[in-house]
């Protein structure tokens, strides 16, 4: 649920503006006066501000400076002031919006829906991508830990999929069966050796055209295994 503080003295106005927003389905704070408005901004969680410009002990101009200093949340100013030179100072200030008293509380409603929906397109678009490899139709997504051959998903076992990726990531390398067996099971290989080229083998089945030929995974006799790029 979105949290939303209100910085307003007049508390008939704030109240009323809680009320509509606690309708739509908003968590809503409330603080009277300038200083403990920005404190709690900035210590606490809130996705959003409604910040009067008028206010005892700080002004909105000053909130709303500060605020841009630590924080990149919605704020939007509300003031009794009609003069643009106002509306222009809070907007360069880096407020999102500013609107004139009185205003319909379902328009501030409005807004508000508005500039959260916004804020969270521009933090999605920041949202680190899947970690992905991608080699001649052989697609291994990191991150979800899938793996695809031409779009299509194949599916791996914990150490296959821990496997191919290791070989993957470390490409025209040629490596022992001993130092995978260490690598991928963390294990020294006693004997063990042998599950390394199972491991090899079912892989092959699920990614090469022909094993006996494979374009992914090469055998170097007597040493071990390579994957080629």
């Not at 700080?58 to 500060?66: L, Q």
């Not at 939007?76 to 907007?91: C, E, P, W």
């Not at 022909?210 to 995974?217: D, L, M, R, V």
Request: proline share 3%; hydrophobic share 40%; charged share 35%.
């Amino acid at each position: 649920m979105n949290k939303i503080l209100i910085i307003e003295d007049e508390i008939a106005i704030a109240e009323l503006e809680k009320d509509y927003l606690e309708l739509s389905g908003f968590e809503v704070e409330i603080e009277s006066t300038g200083d403990l408005g920005l404190k709690r901004t900035l210590t606490e969680d809130f996705n959003l501000v409604i910040l009067d410009l008028m206010l005892p002990n700080m002004d909105g101009f000053e909130i709303c400076k500060r605020i841009r200093e630590e924080k990149n949340i919605p704020v939007i100013m509300v003031s009794a002031k009609k003069d643009d030179i106002d509306k222009i100072r809070g907007l360069g200030l880096g407020a999102d919006d500013y609107m004139t008293k009185p205003f319909s509380p379902s328009e501030l409603v409005a807004r508000v829906k508005a500039h959260l929906a916004r804020y969270e397109r521009l933090i999605g678009s920041g949202t680190k991508e899947n970690e992905v490899i991608e080699i001649r139709g052989l697609k291994i997504d990191k991150t979800a830990r899938r793996v695809y051959l031409n779009g299509e998903e194949k599916i791996f076992t914990t150490k296959e999929f821990d496997l191919l990726t290791f070989l993957a990531e470390n490409p025209n390398r040629v490596y022992t069966k001993e130092e995978l067996f260490r690598d991928i099971w963390d294990m020294e290989s006693v004997g063990d050796i042998a599950t390394v080229t199972v491991h090899i083998k079912k892989i092959r089945e699920k990614i090469e055209f022909n094993t006996s030929k494979p374009q992914y995974i090469e055998t170097i006799w007597g040493v071990g295994y390579r994957f080629k790029v």
